[in-house]
């Protein structure tokens, strides 16, 4: 069986497309984060697959929580996927929408994870100096973890700089291993 990154492609494509064409990328973006919110949650999930509810039961369950969130263009989207049984694919399908809104967009995602909270300043520089060496727009994304004693972690697309105070450590100590 494929998985599941296979199965919604084809759909993020799609939505990516009819939400370029319209111009309409950032509203779609919201819409399918919802959508996706929807999907996974843990008391809709079960609803998902429910023999006992018809396709438009499913269907009006998101258009009801969404309320005036979702257009005809959107409901429609999600009326496909409920013909095709793939609502549960809408996580993944709003994360390949975003991958592809950021590539359009010479956006960059960037996590960081820092041992201690950064400041707005330090952001602010983060942000400048990780748009200089990649030429793109940064979306910067900050997580806190003390464990690294001090010092970052800079996860952007598939590179990974490690300046952690921990990092350093057990570098030292696979030298010393050695």
Not at 10 to 18: E, G, I, L, Q, T
Not at 120 to 127: G, K, P
Not at 130 to 152: M, S, T
């Amino acid at each position: 069986m494929l998985n599941r990154t296979t199965l919604a492609r084809p759909y993020a494509r799609a939505a990516f497309r009819v939400a370029r064409d319209r111009s309409e990328l950032s509203r779609w973006s919201e819409s399918l984060a919802i959508a996706a919110a929807i999907a996974s949650d843990a008391g809709a999930r079960p609803l998902l697959s429910n023999p006992k509810l018809s396709r438009e039961q499913v269907l009006k369950l998101f258009t009801d929580i969404a309320g005036e969130r979702f257009d005809e263009m959107v409901t429609n989207f999600l009326r496909v996927l409920t013909t095709y049984g793939r609502l549960e694919l809408l996580p993944e399908i709003s994360t390949q929408f975003e991958s592809l809104r950021r590539e359009a967009e010479a956006r960059l995602r960037v996590q960081v994870t820092s041992a201690h909270p950064l400041g707005d300043d330090e952001a602010s520089r983060l942000t400048e100096r990780l748009k200089a060496r990649f030429g793109l727009e940064i979306d910067l994304d900050v997580d806190v973890d003390p464990a690294l004693i001090g010092g970052a972690v800079i996860r952007a697309g598939d590179q990974v700089i490690d300046g952690s105070v921990r990092g350093r450590l057990e570098r030292l100590g696979r030298q010393v291993a050695v």
